[in-house]
Structure formats: C-alpha cells, structure tokens
C-alpha cells in the first residue's frame, strides 16, 4: 500500500510553453499533497501544499501565478509550470499524507526547459 | 525556519561494515522521518519515529527517537551494494502545521563490493 505515481516521468519543453505534472495516490485517500523542488545533489525543497477543495497554500518565495495547483480529487494533484523558462528545469516530487505524518513520495519528473 | 543538521554528510564504506548517521535541531520535533532516496526517484520510507526514546527496526536498519525530541540516529548493519543512495531524515517540527515536513540535507551513502 501507500503508492504514489506521477507523470510524466520526464519532459523536455521549449521556453516559455507551459507543462503539467500529475500526482496520483493510487491505494488511498489524500487531502494534503505536498510539491517539492529537487536540485542536483541538495536535498528538498517544500514548494506548496495542495489542499483537496481549497486553495493551494504556497510557500515564501515560490510565485503561485507560477506553479499552479489544482487538487481536484481526493486522489489526484496537478502542479502546472507556466511559461517555463531553463531555470525552472529541476526534479520535481510530490507527496501525498496518509496518516497524521506519514508522507509517501512519488518517483519524481524530471523537467527540462530548453 | 526550522532545520535539521544532518550528519555525516557523505560516507564511502565496504560491504559488510555497519553504518550510523544522525540528525540534530535546535527544536523539539514530535515525529522522526528517515527515506532513502536512490538516483532518479522520489525518497521511500524507511522507518517512521513517533515516541521519545523509541527505537525501531526495519530489517536490517534501525532508528531511534532521542530522549531530548531533539535528535535521531539509523543505523544500517551489515550494508550491502544495494544501501547505496541518499537517506534523508525529515519530520514536522510544530504541531498544527499542516504536517509541513523539514528535510536535513542528506546522507550520501556510498558501498564498495
């Protein structure tokens, strides 16, 4: 139990298109996803939390306008980047809570912005 | 914001050899997280710290919770070539945040056959 996928794997996209990355709890019910940003070599870093039937709550730093949230189902987040630009190219990982602090990660997208 | 200081940073050992590395704050956390994060792929959990002073294992891994809610270990026995990867410690640091967790920075494991 406790698996969360994410698609796509990987994607490459020109500047200045706009890309959405799917998170999915496959075997249980998540209101919290969480977005992550990955960069080379550093550890985690908490970009927003995605709150089922309510606004995504963004941390210091990160645009909203930017990396748009919509968790529309109890199984189901989508992070969107806008208008890509190459230093948006990064790993990105989502999570989704199962139990009061579990997290379980999915394997991650790997986006290049060319 | 809240941190974790995760050590050591990097370790290159020989198969066989037991491992130990830790995580200290300067704030209580009431809940332990350590994942393993292999290339290319989102961190797994590995063993999940919910008490002071609680030790736990999971296979050939061991975890504890310090007294203070301040620190952790994990211990890994015996390691083998497939141990090789990242192992984040993490947890929640106040309670009522949303279960926001704050990652350390990561143990780069390393074993040589």
């Known amino acids: 139990g406790a698996v969360v996928s994410q698609h796509p794997s990987r994607v490459i996209c020109k500047s200045g298109t706009s890309v959405k990355i799917e998170c999915r709890s496959l075997?249980?019910?998540?209101?919290?996803m969480f977005w992550y940003r990955q960069f080379p070599k550093k550890s985690l870093m908490l970009m927003a939390t995605?709150?089922?039937?309510?606004?995504?709550?963004?941390e210091q730093g990160v645009e909203k306008d930017k990396f748009l949230i919509n968790h529309a189902s109890l199984t189901l987040s989508t992070l969107t980047v806008t208008s890509a630009h190459p230093e948006d190219s990064s790993f990105y990982i989502c999570?989704?809570?199962?139990?009061?602090?579990?997290?379980?990660f999915g394997p991650g997208t790997r986006l290049t912005v060319l | 914001g809240q941190q974790l200081n995760q050590s050591p940073q990097s370790m290159f050992i020989q198969e066989g050899e037991d491992v130990s590395m830790n995580c200290t704050s300067s704030s209580i956390f009431n809940t332990w997280l350590w994942y393993k994060q292999e290339p290319g792929e989102g961190p797994v959990l590995l063993i999940a710290?919910?008490?002071?002073?609680e030790l736990t294992s999971n296979g050939r891994l061991t975890a504890q919770f310090g007294i203070t809610r301040k620190d952790s270990f994990l211990n890994i026995s015996a390691s083998i070539p497939s141990d090789v990867g990242i192992y984040f410690c993490?947890?929640?640091?106040?309670?009522?945040?949303?279960?926001?967790?704050?990652f350390g920075k990561g143990t780069l494991l390393t074993v040589n056959p």
């Open positions: 993490a947890g929640p640091p106040v309670v009522g945040s949303n279960y926001k967790l704050t």
């Open positions: 710290l919910y008490k002071a002073g």
């Open positions: 075997d249980f019910q998540a209101t919290t």
């Open positions: 999570s989704a809570k199962r139990e009061v602090t579990e997290q379980f």
């Open positions: 995605s709150n089922e039937g309510s606004k995504a709550t963004y």
